[in-house]
Protein backbone atom coordinates (compact mmCIF):
# COMPACT_ATOMS: atom_id res chain seq x y z
CA UNK A 1 0.00 0.00 0.00
CA UNK A 2 2.98 2.43 0.56
CA UNK A 3 4.65 1.73 -2.08
CA UNK A 4 1.23 2.47 -4.46
CA UNK A 5 0.99 5.67 -2.39
CA UNK A 6 4.59 6.62 -2.90
CA UNK A 7 4.18 6.12 -6.83
CA UNK A 8 1.52 8.32 -6.76
CA UNK A 9 3.38 10.70 -5.10
CA UNK A 10 6.62 10.77 -7.89
CA UNK A 11 3.72 11.19 -10.43
CA UNK A 12 2.39 13.69 -8.64
CA UNK A 13 6.43 15.49 -8.83
CA UNK A 14 6.32 14.56 -12.29
CA UNK A 15 3.32 16.47 -13.05
CA UNK A 16 4.93 19.80 -10.83
CA UNK A 17 8.14 19.17 -12.86
CA UNK A 18 6.62 19.11 -16.19
CA UNK A 19 4.31 22.11 -15.41
CA UNK A 20 7.34 23.92 -14.85
CA UNK A 21 9.00 23.75 -18.14
CA UNK A 22 8.69 26.88 -20.59
CA UNK A 23 7.30 24.29 -23.51
CA UNK A 24 4.28 23.04 -21.15
CA UNK A 25 1.58 25.00 -22.74
CA UNK A 26 2.62 24.47 -26.23
CA UNK A 27 -0.79 21.78 -26.11
CA UNK A 28 -3.05 23.39 -24.24
CA UNK A 29 -5.11 20.36 -24.28
CA UNK A 30 -2.56 18.17 -22.87
CA UNK A 31 -1.73 20.69 -20.45
CA UNK A 32 -5.50 20.95 -19.10
CA UNK A 33 -5.12 16.81 -19.23
CA UNK A 34 -1.65 17.23 -17.21
CA UNK A 35 -3.22 19.81 -14.70
CA UNK A 36 -6.34 18.09 -13.69
CA UNK A 37 -4.46 14.83 -12.95
CA UNK A 38 -1.81 17.20 -10.73
CA UNK A 39 -5.09 18.58 -9.02
CA UNK A 40 -6.27 15.08 -9.00
CA UNK A 41 -3.61 13.56 -6.99
CA UNK A 42 -3.16 16.91 -4.75
CA UNK A 43 -5.19 15.38 -1.88
CA UNK A 44 -3.66 11.75 -1.53
CA UNK A 45 -0.26 13.19 -1.80
CA UNK A 46 -0.98 15.41 0.69
CA UNK A 47 -2.74 13.02 3.14
CA UNK A 48 0.34 10.24 2.42
CA UNK A 49 2.77 13.33 3.48
CA UNK A 50 1.17 13.93 6.62
CA UNK A 51 0.57 10.35 7.59
CA UNK A 52 4.70 10.09 6.69
CA UNK A 53 4.91 12.94 9.13
CA UNK A 54 2.91 11.50 11.61
CA UNK A 55 4.30 8.05 11.69
CA UNK A 56 7.95 9.59 11.68
CA UNK A 57 6.63 11.97 15.04
CA UNK A 58 5.25 8.69 16.80
CA UNK A 59 8.65 6.67 16.04
CA UNK A 60 10.62 9.34 17.64
CA UNK A 61 8.47 9.68 20.71
CA UNK A 62 8.59 5.71 21.09
CA UNK A 63 12.31 6.00 21.26
CA UNK A 64 12.21 8.50 24.01
Request: charged share 40%.
Amino acid sequence: MLDKLKAVENRYLELCDRAMRPDFYDDPKQAAKLLKEQRDLEPVVSAFRSYLREKETIEELLEM
